[in-house]
């Protein structure tokens, strides 16, 4: 009698789903998960690795290129902060463009803009030109970042959802990890310096090239996947949606496309598309070159910008950024900044064996000594630079596996209030240390710590906000982050010369009121996509 009921019950859902259509969470759980899930995991996991290497490799560059490009201090703060500069301003024109065009489209522009330009700055000459190159690469850096978590987290099931978006933080430590692997094999080559009229190509210009190649190829890769179907629905393209659903079927299950169960998806009122609810034209098929159809764009974008700065998203808003700002303020400046901490430390200790100095103390004294070459044009970065730097990075994969394993029992708001406590902490411990060894090993907390919490961020804004506002508000987030960056990058700079207490004491509080409003949070991972 049970099976018999309970064979009704399920003819009578497969009916409910070929009269009135299924809606998303039934129809992606309907697709399996399996070797789509895995490849797509894959790319974009190496896409969020890859912006790792893109954001962070002029740490590498700030030491090797000093002598080329004759760089003060203050013109390395110049260099750093000009990725973070595109950043700030690419977050949002990038993200704007994924809630309304696709994410698909705009995750390939983004990966091939970044590679062409990274391996056309390993050529120029000129600082000034070097740091527009750079500008580019970060504007374009952003939007793959902002959109590689949504574009994955929509083709989840609720119950995968949370544990898959986590396993990103996995791919960020593989990029902190390949980035000094490739500078160690690359930048310490003698002999392989190009010089001819007036044009030289050293061996930190060929690192430069080769983490441009990774953006290419990814990006080519990339084209070969599907666009979101959750994003197709939400602009009202039903047949491609179920087209591209019964795609991932068939890769999953190795069965028939045609023998997808849900064979109709449910229509729902247009949050997305002022241009849609006007006309039968779907958004994504506005042509940017056409005035009327760019009208219509900018009208989606402006309606959809609002919708973020009105209840019930703008408390949301309103945290996302300044939780973004406090901890990517510090984040992004301590560590494009500990290479060269990195190497001031050796610097230090070789003159002064078995002294005792602070991070301030040390960079003071190398600075300061003017029996130095002021563009270290006869120093050659020491080894033990590349292989501190790389411990950092492996000092992550504890925390990167602790993440994903333990996500579903203590939550994501946990990890969050918890990683960016004890790095505020870590920060403040910066000022206490008394020689290399505690400087690589608070360099390797922080790093495990303040790399998770970016993550988890992105997990977070993926429940927060429904698909049509949901790449635009990462990218606000985004936007404020790197403006924090920037403005971090640009003081330390300076000050780092001067007076270092002062940045350092206000990273850490950053730090500390960024935990504090991640308590305003709520819980997420638990519903289904809106």
């Not at 958004?283 to 219509?296: E, N, T, Y």
Request: hydrophobic share 50%; charged share 15%.
């Amino acid at each position: 009698m049970r099976q018999t009921i309970a064979l009704l019950k399920s003819t009578r859902n497969g009916l409910d789903f070929l009269e009135h259509g299924a809606d998303f969470e039934a129809a992606i759980s309907a697709t399996g998960f399996g070797r789509f899930h895995f490849c797509l995991l894959a790319i974009t996991g190496l896409i969020y690795a890859d912006t790792a290497i893109g954001i962070t490799i002029v740490s590498f560059v700030l030491p090797a290129a000093t002598c080329d490009f004759k760089m003060t201090s203050a013109d390395k703060g110049w260099l750093t902060a000009a990725p973070m500069l595109g950043m700030v301003i690419g977050s949002y024109f990038w993200g704007c463009l994924a809630d309304t065009k696709g994410r698909k489209v705009v995750l390939v522009s983004t990966l091939l803009l970044d590679g062409f330009v990274g391996i056309l700055s390993s050529m120029v000459q000129m600082l000034p030109i070097f740091m527009a190159c750079r500008f580019i690469n970060g504007f374009a850096v952003a939007g793959a970042m902002g959109i590689c978590f949504p574009y994955l987290g929509e083709f989840q099931a609720t119950k995968y959802r949370e544990k898959i978006l986590c396993w990103m933080e996995m791919f960020w430590t593989l990029g902190v990890i390949l980035l000094p692997l490739f500078a160690w094999a690359i930048i310490p080559i003698q002999g392989i310096r190009m010089e001819a009229s007036g044009f030289s190509y050293d061996s930190w210009n060929w690192f430069v090239a080769a983490c441009a190649v990774p953006s290419l190829l990814l990006g080519f890769w990339l084209m070969t996947f599907p666009e979101s179907p959750k994003f197709m629905m939400e602009c009202g393209d039903y047949d491609d949606a179920l087209a591209c659903l019964k795609t991932v079927y068939k890769q999953n299950t190795g069965d028939d496309p045609d023998n997808y169960p849900i064979k109709s998806l449910k229509e729902k009122q247009r949050t997305i598309s002022v241009a849609s609810q006007s006309s039968q034209k779907s958004v994504r098929s506005l042509s940017m070159r056409k005035p009327k159809d760019l009208k219509r764009l900018f009208s989606e974008i402006w309606t959809q910008t609002k919708a973020l700065c009105r209840p019930p998203y703008l408390k949301y808003t309103i945290l996302t950024c300044l939780i973004q700002f406090g901890l990517t303020t510090s984040y992004y400046t301590l560590m494009i900044w500990f290479p060269e901490l990195f190497n001031r430390y050796e610097e230090f200790e070789h003159r002064f064996p078995n002294t005792s100095a602070s991070v301030c103390q040390v960079a003071g004294v190398v600075v300061n000594d003017d029996s130095t070459d002021p563009f270290d044009c006869e120093k050659i970065i020491d080894q033990n630079v590349y292989m501190h730097t790389l411990i950092v990075g492996l000092a992550c994969i504890p925390t990167s596996l602790w993440l994903p394993l333990c996500v579903h029992k203590l939550g994501a708001k946990f990890f969050l209030i918890f990683s960016l406590s004890c790095a505020g902490a870590v920060t403040v411990g910066l000022l206490f240390i008394e020689n290399s060894t505690q400087n690589l090993v608070l360099s390797c907390i922080f790093e495990a710590l303040t790399s998770l919490a970016i993550s988890l961020v992105f997990c977070v804004l993926v429940d927060l906000f429904p698909t049509n506002l949901r790449v635009m508000a990462a990218a606000l987030s985004l936007t404020a982050g790197r403006g924090g960056g920037l403005m971090g990058n640009l003081s330390f700079g300076y000050l780092i010369d001067i007076n270092c207490v002062v940045p350092i004491v206000a990273f850490a509080a950053f730090l500390f009121i960024a935990a504090a409003l991640c308590f305003l949070l709520p819980k997420t991972g638990q519903e289904a996509l809106d």
